[in-house]
C-alpha cells in the first residue's frame, strides 16, 4: 500500500486511562552505559498524572511533587515534569509505522501555563515537538516522521515503541488541568534521514560538511593551526612527566607507588605517567543496510565483515579516505592532533594501523571467547577446557608476541564488561570440563552424598546426579555457599591462566584487567583478581564517578591501582535525535569531561582515564547492538568537536599537578 492510499490511524486515548492497559510486558531499550536488552515496563506509564477519559479526550490532572532525586537530579535544575506514555498497540495504532509522515496532537491547557512535549519513543532515542500553552489555548502541532529510524538503533527502521506526553511547568501552586483531543497518526512521503557523509539530513549545525570539498577545507585548516597550539608542558617523549618525581627507568611501562603512597605508571624513562585517552580510534564502525530502504541519501557500497555481519555502511572510513586520502594519512593526523591536544594514549579497539606508531603510547586488547564450543554461558568460557588453554595461548602469542620488545605499549586489557554479578556457572553444558571441578570441589566439600544434599537442598541419588545440577537446582541452606565456591574456584583459574599466559608472551608488559563494570561483584572474586592483575580497570558511567565506592574497589582488590577503562556522556544537539537516558549540552561536556578526570586523578590509586569514544557512533546504530549516539571526540566527518579539545587539553595541563596533590 502506498503513503497516499494508507488511512489516518486515530489513537484511541481512553486505553491510557484504563488500568487494564497497565500491565508490564518486556521491550528492548538502549542502555546509559552501553549496549541495550531488554526490559519490564507497563504498556501505559503514568508518572504524577492522573487519566480519565471524557467525550473520547484524555483528561490529565498533573501534580509533580518537584525536583527529582538521585545521581543526576543533584546536577541540574529540573522542570517540574509529569508524563504519560503508551506502546503503539495500546494506543491502537500500527506496529510499522512505514507510509506515515507525521504524528499530530491537539492539546488543550485548562487551568494554568504549561508547556506540552509530544514524543515518539524508539528502542534508543525520542522524537519530541514541544508547544508552550497558555491557560485555556488549544494548539495543534505535529512530530515529523523522517527521523524514526534514528531513534531506533538497529532495531526495524520504522516500529517505534510508542508516544509519550510530557507536562513541564515552573510555578508552584495546586495541580494543573490538561485535555489531549486527539492524536493521530497521519500518512505522507517520507524523506532519508542520514546524508552521504552519515549526518542527520533534517538538521543544521556549525561546520555540517555539504560535500566532499567541506571535508578537505576543514583538513586544511586545522593542519594550518595544529602546529601553532603551544606543546603540553613538562612531558616526556612518551607523555610521561617530566616535572615530578624520577622512578628507575626500565624501558617498559610498569607501576610503582611514590614515597607518599601514590600510585603511577612510570614511563620506559622512569617518568610519573597517567593513561589519559580515548577508545576506538579506528575508521570502521559499521551501520547495517539491511531493512533500511529510503533512510540513507547516498550510504558508502555495502560491505560484509565476519564480526559485524552483511550488507554494511562505513560512513566514517568513506569519510576519512575521501578526507585524507588514506588510512596512514588519517592516523599520522590523528597523532598530530592527540599531541597537541594532550592525550597520551591510544586506548581499546583501535585500528591495527594506529598501534603500528611510535609517537604515543597504545594498549592492546584480548577477548577470552573462543572456542565457541567451551562457551558455559553469556561471556564466560570454560577455563578448565585444554581447547580454551590452547585458543587463548595462540591468542596471546599472536597478540602480544609481536609486541613483547615494544616499549610504546603500556599493557594489556583482557575481556571487557563480563557478567561478574551473575556467573551462573552451573549453566554450562552436561559436557563442560567445568563439571568435572564442580565435582571435584564437592567432593571436597562433602565426604557423603546425604551430607551434600542436606547443604544443597537436593536429593540426589549419586555423584553424577551432583555433576548435572543446574544453578536452580540448588534451594538448601548451604545453596549460596556452593555457588560462591564455584565461582571462587573459576575466577582464580581464570585469572591465574591469563597473568602467565600474558607474562610469557609479553613479560615486560603490564596486565591491564578485565575491565569491570562499575557495580562491584562479590567481594571475594575482586580479591581474587587483586592477586593476579597489575592494574584493576573499571568502566565507570557516572557523572562524576564517587570516590567512596572506588576506595572500597581499591582496598577490596588488595590496594591495586585503578584504571577507569571507559567513561563518556552523550551530547544533545541537532546532530541526533536525544537517547531514552540524560544527554549534555557541548557546554556541560565541556564542563563535567575535566570534572570526572579531575576527581579520578586526586584518587591516590587512580593513575588514567579513557573516553569512550574517539567517533561519534552512526546514527542508526553500530552494528554489532545499535548504539547510536553524539559521545566522540570527532563527528561522523572527522571533525573535532570543539568543547571536547578545550576539555582533553585543561585536563593535560593539569592532570599531573592534580594527581600530585591527592591524599
Excluded at 556522556?569 to 546532530?575: A, Y
Excluded at 563535567?592 to 576527581?599: F, G, L, N, S
Aim: net charge negative; aromatic share 10%.
Amino acid at each position: 500500500m502506498t503513503a497516499a492510499a494508507l488511512p489516518a490511524v486515530s489513537a484511541t486515548l481512553a486505553h491510557l486511562a484504563d488500568p487494564a492497559f497497565r500491565v508490564v510486558s518486556e521491550r528492548y531499550e538502549g542502555f546509559q552505559a552501553g549496549g541495550g536488552g531488554k526490559v519490564a515496563k507497563p504498556a501505559v506509564r503514568a508518572e504524577h498524572a492522573e487519566a480519565s477519559v471524557a467525550d473520547g479526550k484524555l483528561r490529565l490532572r498533573l501534580d509533580h511533587p518537584g525536583r527529582p532525586e538521585g545521581h543526576w537530579g543533584q546536577f541540574r535544575d529540573f522542570p517540574r515534569t509529569t508524563l504519560i506514555e503508551g506502546t503503539s498497540e495500546v494506543l491502537g495504532l500500527p506496529r510499522d509505522w512505514t507510509g506515515y509522515a507525521c504524528l499530530r496532537a491537539t492539546v488543550r491547557a485548562d487551568e494554568a501555563p504549561v508547556t506540552v512535549d509530544l514524543t515518539v519513543v524508539g528502542a534508543r532515542g525520542r522524537l519530541t515537538e514541544a508547544r508552550t500553552l497558555t491557560p485555556g489555548q488549544t494548539e495543534t502541532w505535529a512530530v515529523g516522521l523522517d527521523d524514526v529510524p534514528l531513534v531506533q538503533g538497529n532495531l526495524p527502521a520504522r516500529e517505534p515503541t510508542g508516544v509519550r506526553f510530557a507536562f513541564q511547568y515552573e510555578a508552584e501552586g495546586p495541580p494543573r488541568a490538561v485535555t489531549v483531543e486527539s492524536l493521530t497518526l497521519e500518512p505522507g512521503p517520507v524523506a532519508p534521514c542520514v546524508d552521504r557523509f552519515g549526518q542527520r539530513r533534517s538538521a543544521d549545525w556549525p561546520g555540517k560538511a555539504r560535500g566532499v570539498d567541506d571535508l578537505r577545507h576543514a583538513l586544511q585548516e586545522e593542519r594550518g593551526s595544529l602546529p601553532h597550539v603551544p606543546p603540553v608542558p613538562d612531558r616526556s617523549r612518551f607523555g610521561g612527566w617530566t616535572g615530578g618525581p624520577r622512578f628507575e627507568a626500565t624501558g617498559f611501562f610498569r607501576v610503582v607507588q611514590d614515597d607518599n603512597g601514590r600510585w603511577w605508571y612510570a614511563d620506559p624513562e622512569g617518568h610519573p605517567f597517567l593513561s589519559f585517552g580515548c577508545t576506538g580510534v579506528r575508521p570502521h564502525e559499521p551501520t547495517r543496510l539491511t531493512g533500511r530502504a529510503g533512510v540513507f541519501e547516498d550510504p558508502p557500497p555495502a560491505e560484509d565483515d565476519p564480526e559485524f555481519g552483511s550488507n554494511l555502511a562505513r560512513f566514517y572510513q568513506r569519510n576519512v579516505i575521501e578526507k585524507h586520502g588514506s588510512l596512514e594519512a588519517w592516523r599520522d593526523h590523528v597523532l598530530a592532533r592527540f599531541r597537541a591536544w594532550g592525550y597520551n594514549t591510544i586506548a581499546n579497539w583501535s585500528h591495527p594501523v594506529m598501534l603500528d606508531q611510535r609517537q604515543v603510547p597504545h594498549v592492546q586488547t584480548i577477548e577470552t571467547k573462543q572456542p565457541a564450543e567451551c562457551q558455559l554461558r553469556a561471556s564466560f568460557y570454560d577455563v578448565f577446557d585444554p581447547r580454551w588453554v590452547s585458543a587463548m595461548e595462540r591468542i596471546c602469542a599472536d597478540t602480544l608476541g609481536p609486541e613483547r620488545d615494544n616499549p610504546w605499549m603500556l599493557g594489556i586489557f583482557v575481556d571487557n564488561e563480563k557478567p561478574w554479578r551473575g556467573m551462573r556457572l552451573l549453566e554450562a553444558g552436561p559436557d563442560a570440563a567445568l563439571r568435572d571441578e564442580w565435582l571435584a570441589l564437592v567432593r571436597k566439600r562433602h565426604d557423603s552424598l546425604e551430607s551434600f544434599n542436606r547443604e544443597a537442598g537436593t536429593t540426589c541419588a549419586d555423584w553424577n546426579d551432583v555433576r548435572r545440577l543446574r544453578e536452580d537446582d540448588l534451594t538448601g541452606p548451604g545453596a549460596a555457599g556452593l555457588s560462591e565456591a564455584l565461582e571462587d574456584h573459576y575466577t582464580e583459574a581464570y585469572f591465574r591462566i591469563i597473568r602467565d599466559m600474558v607474562k610469557r608472551h609479553a613479560p615486560n608488559h603490564l596486565y591491564l584487567g578485565c575491565r569491570y563494570v562499575s557495580g562491584m561483584p562479590r567481594e571475594n572474586l575482586i580479591a581474587i583478581a587483586g592477586k593476579y592483575v597489575d592494574v584493576l580497570s573499571v568502566n565507570c558511567y557516572s557523572l562524576v564517578p564517587e570516590r567512596d565506592r572506588f576506595d572500597a574497589w581499591h582496598a577490596v582488590s588488595g590496594g591495586r591501582p585503578i584504571q577507569i577503562g571507559e567513561h563518556q556522556l552523550p551530547q544533545c544537539g541537532p546532530r541526533q535525535a536525544p537517547p531514552l537516558y540524560p544527554s549534555f549540552s557541548a557546554e556541560e561536556r565541556r564542563k563535567y569531561y575535566p570534572a570526572y578526570d579531575r576527581e579520578v586523578a586526586s584518587w591516590p590509586y587512580g593513575i588514567g582515564s579513557h573516553w569512550f569514544q574517539h567517533c561519534d557512533q552512526p546514527l542508526t546504530g553500530r552494528a554489532r547492538d545499535g548504539e547510536n549516539q553524539t559521545i566522540g571526540i570527532v563527528d561522523i566527518t572527522d571533525r573535532p568537536h570543539p568543547e571536547m579539545v578545550e576539555a582533553v587539553r585543561e585536563i593535560a595541563d593539569n592532570m599531573y599537578a592534580w594527581h600530585a596533590a591527592a591524599t
